[in-house]
């Protein structure tokens, strides 16, 4: 990225970090657990702004996978949404209608007796003409978040990937670790996400969680770079092409020695 960006765009300097980093900074913080889940799904602590590599975990199911299974939920009410394009139409449907409950099981339970009681729909016309309609797939589809198994998947669920980033802290860092749980990416704005995830590690965290949830979080990645670019340690970490370009030919001349 470094030498696109130098060599083809010459700009004048690169600072580079992850998104998670940012995700963080968007909290103004520098300490703490950032689950990131947009497409894919990140969990990273981050303590003193230096990731702790041994407590990542990182999957490639996340959004994509939610949008996969809610597109066979629809072709099972006969909603034929398979092409790319449809996939906004799909993500839509997941952005209003889905949610996640504090209490999976209770959930079912309360729908029992009648599951046309969990219908809502959605108008995906300007004139209300046409609408998408879905029940129980409100919360079962998201669930797979929590419980990869529904989803046909064998790993762990979002709140042991957390538990156990925490416990890759150091000692005397997984108190403030365990409060300082900071929501990234568009999947985590689901309704009840954040209640659901604080409830689930109450059963495993020997600390009583909190889990942060910005309002902005869906940009937060963007929102802590803008806030890095604005910081000192922007003008003391970013390389500049000058340095780059030099250390190239230094590179050079000690391969052409050789």
């Known amino acids: 990225i470094a030498s696109l960006l130098f060599d083809e765009f010459e700009v004048p300097a690169v600072n580079m ?5 940012f995700s963080l900074h968007s909290y103004r913080t520098d300490t703490g657990i950032v689950v990131d889940i947009g497409e894919r799904m990140d969990v990273v602590p981050i303590v003193a702004g230096y ?16 949008v ?3 597109k066979h939920a629809l072709l099972g009410h006969n909603y034929s949404l398979t092409s790319d394009l449809d996939n ?3 993500k839509q449907v997941i952005e209003t209608l889905c949610y996640i409950p504090k209490n999976y099981d209770a959930e079912l339970e309360k729908f029992n007796t009648d599951p046309k009681l969990a219908n809502k729909s959605l108008a995906v016309a300007e004139d209300d003409s046409s609408h998408i309609t879905i029940g129980l797939d409100r919360f079962e589809i998201s669930e797979g978040i929590f419980k990869p198994d529904l989803w046909g998947l064998d ?14 802290c150091s000692l005397d860092v997984r108190k403030e670790g365990s409060r300082s749980i900071f929501l990234s990416g568009g999947t985590t704005m689901l309704p009840g996400f954040n209640h659901r995830l ?8 020997p ?10 979080r869906y940009h937060a990645a963007f929102l802590g770079a803008s806030h890095h670019a604005t910081s000192e340690d922007f003008d003391r ?15 050079m001349a000690s391969l052409w020695v050789l």
């Open 17 to 21: 970090g992850h998104q998670t980093v």
């Open 51 to 66: 990731k702790v590599q041994s407590g990542i975990s990182r999957t490639t199911t996340g959004g994509g996978e939610l």
């Open 68 to 70: 996969t299974h809610m």
């Open 88 to 90: 906004y139409v799909v």
């Open 155 to 168: 790993q762990a669920g979002i709140h042991v990937l957390v538990k156990k980033a925490v416990a890759e």
């Open 198 to 205: 604080e409830a689930e590690l109450e059963k495993l965290l």
């Open 207 to 216: 600390v009583r969680p909190k889990v942060h949830a910005s309002p902005y």
């Open 237 to 251: 970490l970013k390389i500049r092409r000058e340095d780059w370009v030099s250390g190239k030919a230094k590179n």
